[in-house]
């Protein structure tokens, strides 16, 4: 999704990447950044909140009329149903991400 936004040019493919898994990691509460993922990535936590919050926010207010053969593609159950799942809340996100 981020390919199509001029926005997310700006941003290292790696921070763009270790942004994402930290949000996909908050989002299926499979736990936070440790400190062998801030080691390998290079990227505190502190870091990518900023990042994880923008990607949050496009997930949240995406088109619903673009892209809907990649939405029905990654909504089959071979790719996980990843277009299902639900955004997080922007103050639950906000909320994890200070805790952590």
Same mark, same amino acid.
């Given at each position: 999704? #981020? *390919?199509?936004? /001029?926005?997310?040019?700006?941003?290292?493919?790696?921070?763009?990447?270790?942004?994402? =898994?930290?949000?996909? &990691?908050?989002?299926?509460?499979?736990?936070?950044?440790?400190? #062998? *993922?801030?080691? /390998?990535?290079?990227?505190?936590?502190q870091d990518l909140h900023p990042?994880?919050?923008? =990607?949050?926010?496009? &997930?949240?207010?995406?088109?619903?009329?673009?892209?809907?053969?990649?939405?029905?593609? /990654?909504?089959?159950?071979?790719?996980?149903?990843?277009?299902?799942?639900?955004?997080?809340?922007?103050?639950? &996100?906000?909320?994890?991400?200070?805790?952590?």
């Amino acid at each position: 999704m #981020t *390919l199509q936004e /001029y926005d997310y040019a700006r941003e290292s493919p790696s921070k763009l990447a270790a942004s994402c =898994l930290l949000l996909a &990691l908050t989002m299926k509460n499979l736990g936070g950044w440790t400190p #062998t *993922l801030e080691y /390998y990535s290079g990227y505190s936590a502190q870091d990518l909140h900023p990042l994880v919050k923008r =990607l949050n926010f496009l &997930l949240t207010y995406q088109p619903r009329d673009k892209l809907n053969a990649v939405r029905s593609k /990654y909504s089959h159950r071979v790719f996980f149903e990843v277009a299902k799942v639900t955004p997080m809340d922007m103050l639950k &996100l906000e909320e994890t991400l200070t805790s952590s």
